[in-house]
């Protein structure tokens, strides 16, 4: 079955450095990957989406990357601040990419300390 | 613009009793998706609703149901309500139907079975 997994302990980095979240999955060839935001108690808020035809995809002080050779996804917060502290979610579109169904990683949490 | 509402914020219910969500998605977007997150655990799908007609379910038993109204809000319905409902139930919506582009999530709603 589809299978997607993050590090599922916590990331705890100094501020001004880079964090990097890993997503593997397995028995899949998505058409697309997505990274979410969710800080507690909250929805998750999305933050980039990466197409399996595109090797690596910024926005601001973010970067993704997607190999699908090695069905892994990474994703990087460059210059991180304590606001960045949050879990950080990947996900994939369920079967084909019109089904409407995202599956969703555990989640890795990062904490940035001042 | 509004985001995704959802309403209420918490709700409180005694198992066996029926509990009832509301989302209101962003203005223009046609598709609403419903997901479960139980404490400590990843986000399941549960419903997509799109133009009115359910589209496409999770693995949840038939208790779960819901619809969507002519004007694209939609509401989430769990009968007979069992404490392993306790979660937080998100909604979310997108510009394309089915996937294939961000989906933007409500605040969500705590449901709490006692």
């Known amino acids: 079955s589809q299978k997607i997994e993050q590090n599922s302990e916590a990331l705890n980095i100094q501020e001004g450095k880079t964090a990097t979240l890993t997503c593997n999955y397995t028995?899949?060839?998505?058409?697309?990957l997505q990274w979410y935001r969710q800080d507690p108690g909250r929805g998750p808020v999305f933050l980039l989406l990466i197409r399996e035809n595109e090797k690596e995809k910024r926005k601001e002080r973010l970067k993704v990357t997607f190999d699908t050779t090695l069905k892994q996804s990474l994703f990087h917060i460059t210059a991180s601040q304590p606001a960045d502290s949050a879990t950080y979610l990947c996900?994939?579109?369920?079967?084909?990419?019109?089904?409407?169904?995202?599956?969703f990683g555990q989640g890795t949490t990062l904490q940035v300390k001042p | 613009e509004a985001g995704v509402t959802q309403s209420p914020t918490h709700l409180i219910k005694t198992r066996g009793q029926q509990a009832t969500l509301r989302c209101s998605p962003i203005s223009g977007h046609t598709s609403v998706y419903w997901y479960q997150q139980a404490l400590g655990l990843g986000l399941q799908f549960l419903l997509w609703y799109d133009e009115g007609e359910e589209r496409n379910r999770g693995n949840f038993p038939p208790r779960f149901s819901g619809r969507q109204f002519p004007n694209y809000s939609s509401e989430l319905n769990v009968n007979a309500l069992e404490l392993e409902d306790s979660a937080l139930y998100l909604c979310?919506?997108?510009?394309?139907?089915?996937?294939?582009?961000?989906?933007?999530f409500g605040q969500g709603t705590r449901l709490t079975v006692v």
């Open positions: 028995n899949y060839s998505p058409a697309y």
């Open positions: 979310a919506s997108s510009i394309v139907s089915g996937g294939g582009t961000e989906a933007f």
């Open positions: 996900a994939l579109p369920f079967g084909s990419s019109n089904t409407g169904k995202l599956i």
